[in-house]
């Protein structure tokens, strides 16, 4: 469809499971190339639910999802990640027993190109995977793991990169890092969709965002717009 965004979760509502109740409704949520979408909101909202939906990893009742004008909805999560998708989860996201070498050469199981040069783009967004490239990933700080579970993603050459809480349990300083980081990947012309429980953060980077409550959509704005609108201030960002 011609004006429609890169990617777009439109109208969704589902749930886990052929007969579980629906944790989605009627949720929208969608980003252009190079921009990076925020999900936000409080504990329970469906905010990872909602990214695994676009993802495929749940059923939809209604509503659908559709990437560059083309409709997945029907599609597996294996079958996405052929047409572009990059999904890191907020756990288990590395193979901790390899080295980080292994880890990213994992991640270019569907090329069938030669991935040296995306692997080198990896370790210049990443220096510190250079450096320990022969370690094993299992060994790595949380910070460190976040950036070998990002790596991986990267060496799909993904048009759109899907972060589940990338900065969970890391240091404020490593969080600052990581949303430098990923600023980079978006300017690369990827798009970036992440659930965020780092809310204030995570808008001050976000061209979009969105606040969910109760499966649905509660706020949507730039982040700029969230940021400065007092209902957001006052239920979602303390004041």
Partial sequence: MSGEPFLIGDSMTGGYGKSGPDILHDCTIAVERGEIAVIVGPNGAGKSTAMKAVFGMLNLRQGAVRLDGQDITELSPQARVRKGMGFVPQTSNIFTSMTVEENLEMGAFIRED??????????????????????????????????????????????????????????????????DRI????????????VEQNARQALEIADKGYVLVQGANAHTGTGKDLLADPDVRRSFLGG
């Fill in 183 to 194: 600023i980079e990947v978006a300017r690369t012309g990827i798009c970036i969709l992440m």
């Fill in 114 to 179: 030669d991935y040296r040069e995306t692997m080198e783009q990896v370790f210049e967004l990443f220096p510190i995977l250079r450096e320990k490239r022969a370690q094993a990933a299992g060994e790595l700080s949380g910070g460190q793991r976040q950036q070998v579970a990002v790596g991986r993603a990267l060496m799909t050459q993904p048009k759109v990169l899907m972060l589940d809480e990338p900065t969970a349990g890391v240091s404020p300083i490593v969080m600052d890092e990581l949303f």
